[in-house]
């Protein structure tokens, strides 16, 4: 599988751009889409992300990455933020900011994990939370240039009211299948019954090894790890699985 | 310049912890290496970039010193477990090496004169983290802290900033360097104590 | 692994500080319960053939260096953790070891 990438001018790609906040909208309680504007962004492959950097009037500075939620869309960059418990930069992101803040990012980052529309195989995307995120680039930039490589989806969260996303999901593009895997609470009349994803879960939409599809798995650690061992018992090659692990900064 | 984001207020750790976990403070400047000191004479001396598509950029000593340079101020974190502090530097931002090279390559591994490599994330390059340092403490740097020229990215254990340096390669894959494929760390964050590969 | 660089141009090196190589013996104590000091290697680079006595011990800190008194090459390297010790060898094509006594 080759590597794919951006190749660009260092001092561009790595420097910081200012970012100014277009548009924002909530995707769940605790996660909102933020919508920027960032004049000479190079442009992104889905599954990159960026890093944030935020700095206070006294000159603290900060700073987290996030993955990259939208297609290429010219200089526009969305990103989803998770609210995580104490966490100094979601809850500014999720809470504090207004159209026409702006903050800082740097990338795109990332050429390991990303989807490109000319793969011609079948895909599998296992999401745990906001793992969601990287992925739901992938089925955008998928829409966006009407590729043909048939999708599955399949999104574990904890309760139904967790799921980002939902409006485009619920209506899912042609030759992408959605399933959804509820960890704690199910909604009324749900046949599986709530809890941690397990093989059977997984056989039920892995591609035939045959197929050669690629899969990617992002979430958290531990989801991240117990999904790939799962996937590699049911005789997945591993060497087609690329993974994403977000570590507890939350991006 | 970095700009403020209105209403961002953040958390601060205490500050004015200069001294790392497992560090000691030195007033001396230890020299410790893996072999000869090279010689390299300044007329030879060469500094060259080279791309993952073989892309070559390179500087000989004249235009080194041609670029504009900066007098960075620093702590230096040596594995081996002494600090030294406020260390006066003269050298060129790698920012300003690296500025025009294109590349998709996330990792660099850097060459010195005698065989010498090390390995580090190509971001941990930029950013105002990194310099090819000639001058410190007000002269020429000397051979035995690396001259004629060094890297200096003091954000990381001292053993990262290659003495002697002589060019810098940009890899997609992380390769180690001579102490990371004998036990050190790929990394090297001195304030996460990342010593020893594992650590 | 590639050298982008070539021959590096006429530049001199000074010897520096080293030791022979019987300072190996304490630290090689710690992993082989004969002396290997007295074991014999092969340069890769030159292949030269000696005794690790004879190698040019640079170190101890970060670690130990050990390299071939004719090519300068680094025959051998031993790194000490808290709880582990490295050592690479592939600076020579392998080591005859004299067992007993």
Request: charged share 25%; aromatic share 10%.
């Amino acid at each position: 599988m080759a590597r794919a990438a951006i190749p660009g001018r260092l001092g561009e790609r790595l420097r910081w751009r200012v970012a100014t906040l277009v548009g924002q909208r909530a995707e769940t309680p605790a996660a909102r889409t933020l919508v920027f504007d960032v004049p000479g962004w190079p442009g992104h492959l889905a599954g990159q992300h960026v890093d944030v950097r935020l700095t206070a009037e006294d000159g603290y500075s900060t700073q987290r990455s996030y993955s990259i939620a939208s297609a290429p869309d010219g200089d526009r960059v969305e990103l989803t933020v998770q609210e995580v418990e104490d966490g100094e930069v979601s809850s500014y992101l999720t809470n504090g900011v207004l159209d026409g803040d702006r903050l800082e990012l740097r990338g795109p980052v990332g050429g390991w994990f990303v989807w490109e529309p000319a793969q011609p195989e079948p895909v599998l995307l296992v999401a745990g939370g906001s793992g969601i995120v990287p992925l739901m680039a992938m089925i955008r930039s998928r829409r966006q240039t009407g590729a043909e490589a048939p999708f599955r989806l399949l999104y574990s969260v904890r309760t139904p009211q967790d799921r980002m996303y939902l409006e485009e999901l619920r209506t899912p593009d042609p030759g992408l299948d959605v399933t959804f895997l509820y960890t704690r609470e199910a909604p009324e009349g749900w046949a599986r019954r709530p809890g941690r994803l397990t093989g059977p879960d997984l056989a039920a939409v892995a591609w035939p090894a045959a197929a050669g599809p690629t899969t990617y798995v992002c979430g958290p650690t531990g989801f991240v790890e117990h999904t790939a061992d799962l996937l590699v018992a049911l005789g997945q090659d591993p060497d087609r699985i690329r993974t994403e692990r977000f570590g507890p900064t939350g991006g | 310049m970095a700009i403020v984001s209105r209403g961002f207020h953040g958390r601060r750790q205490s500050s004015e912890h200069r001294l790392p976990p497992g560090q000691y403070e030195v007033t001396d400047f230890p020299v410790l290496s893996a072999g000869p000191t090279p010689r390299v004479s300044r007329d030879v001396w060469e500094f060259t970039v080279v791309t993952e598509t073989g892309d070559r950029h390179s500087w000989n000593w004249r235009q080194l010193l041609a670029l504009p340079s900066e007098r960075p101020v620093v702590d230096l974190h040596c594995v081996t477990k002494w600090s030294k502090f406020d260390t006066t530097w003269q050298g060129v931002s790698m920012d300003t090496l690296l500025g025009d090279v294109e590349t998709a390559a996330e990792y660099a591994l850097v060459h010195s004169y005698g065989g010498y490599t090390t390995n580090l994330p190509l971001a941990d390059l930029l950013d105002g983290k990194a310099w090819i340092a000639y001058g410190y403490g007000g002269a020429d740097l000397p051979p035995e802290h690396g001259g004629p020229a060094r890297l200096l990215v003091p954000h990381l254990y001292l053993w990262k900033s290659a003495k002697w340096v002589r060019g810098i390669q940009l890899l997609m894959q992380d390769e180690p360097g001579f102490w990371e494929s004998a036990g050190y760390h790929d990394y090297g964050d001195p304030w996460r104590e990342q010593r020893y590969q594992g650590d | 692994m590639t050298e982008p660089f070539g021959d590096e141009p006429g530049i001199t090196y000074d010897d520096g500080e080293y030791e022979d190589g019987n300072a190996l013996a304490g630290p090689l104590s710690d992993l082989f319960t004969v002396d290997v000091t007295t074991a014999e290697g092969r340069c890769t680079g030159c292949g030269a053939v000696g005794p690790i006595a004879r190698l040019r011990v640079y170190g101890p800190a970060p670690g130990l260096v050990a390299r071939c008194p004719d090519c300068g090459q680094v025959v051998l390297r031993l790194v000490r953790s808290t709880d582990e010790a490295w050592l690479d060898l592939r600076g020579t094509v392998s080591l005859r070891i004299r067992l007993g006594e």
